[in-house]
């Protein structure tokens, strides 16, 4: 089961983050949309009701799912580039996942706003200087500090993370 569930494993931040690194995980960024899109267009709404893993959400809540993730990510960005310190705001990812939107609406809304989304965050990440990259916030869990570096790594890492839940489904189900 943690195989299902943490298909790549789980996010280990280098203790030393290179400018390699940061321009790696922005090219998982900004290859995104494309590849989740292509991976998900030709799916049916029976297969987009299918979770990904026994108990797991469905591909469908798993698409809505990045682009909310995504969504909030990209505003703690700029929270720590413009803000001391910020306390950013968690929020209840299982509970949006169970809104009327995250398990009915069409996937393609969520991958129009990823790709947008995704255009911004990539131009934005690609500008910033090494200064910026120390610049942090603190989450409310432990009251850890995470840098805008490390989030960068958070992030692509989550991408390719959900991406192989639902490349996994669709493997295990021969949809392909």
Same mark, same amino acid.
């Given at each position: 089961?943690?195989?299902?569930?943490?298909?790549?494993?789980?996010?280990?931040?280098?203790?030393?983050?290179?400018?390699?690194?940061?321009?790696?995980? @922005?090219?998982?960024?900004?290859?995104?949309?494309?590849?989740?899109?292509?991976?998900?267009? =030709?799916?049916?709404?029976?297969?987009?009701?299918?979770?990904?893993?026994?108990? $797991?959400?469905?591909?469908?809540?798993?698409?809505?799912?990045?682009?909310?993730?995504?969504?909030?990510?990209?505003?703690?960005?700029?929270?720590?580039?413009?803000?001391?310190?910020?306390? @950013?705001? *968690?929020?209840?990812?299982?509970?949006?996942?169970?809104?009327?939107?995250?398990?009915?609406?069409?996937?393609?809304?969520?991958?129009?706003?990823?790709? *947008?989304?995704?255009?911004?965050?990539?131009?934005?990440?690609? $500008?910033?200087?090494?200064?910026?990259?120390?610049?942090?916030?603190?989450?409310?869990?432990?009251?850890?500090?995470?840098?805008?570096?490390?989030? @960068? $790594?958070?992030?692509?890492?989550?991408? =390719?993370?959900?991406?192989?839940?639902?490349?996994? *489904?669709?493997?295990?189900?021969?949809?392909?």
């Amino acid at each position: 089961m943690e195989k299902l569930r943490y298909p790549i494993g789980q996010f280990e931040c280098p203790k030393e983050i290179t400018r390699s690194h940061i321009d790696d995980w @922005i090219a998982v960024l900004e290859t995104l949309p494309e590849r989740l899109e292509a991976l998900v267009k =030709n799916l049916s709404a029976e297969q987009l009701e299918t979770p990904y893993r026994p108990e $797991g959400w469905t591909i469908r809540q798993v698409v809505h799912h990045v682009a909310d993730s995504h969504h909030n990510s990209y505003t703690r960005f700029k929270w720590a580039l413009t803000e001391d310190k910020p306390l @950013i705001k *968690a929020y209840e990812e299982k509970e949006w996942s169970k809104l009327f939107d995250a398990r009915t609406a069409p996937i393609q809304l969520s991958l129009n706003y990823i790709t *947008a989304l995704h255009a911004k965050l990539v131009y934005l990440l690609k $500008g910033l200087s090494e200064e910026d990259l120390k610049k942090y916030y603190l989450h409310p869990e432990g009251n850890t500090i995470v840098t805008v570096a490390e989030n @960068i $790594g958070k992030y692509a890492w989550h991408s =390719n993370h959900h991406y192989a839940h639902i490349e996994g *489904a669709v493997q295990r189900e021969a949809w392909v």
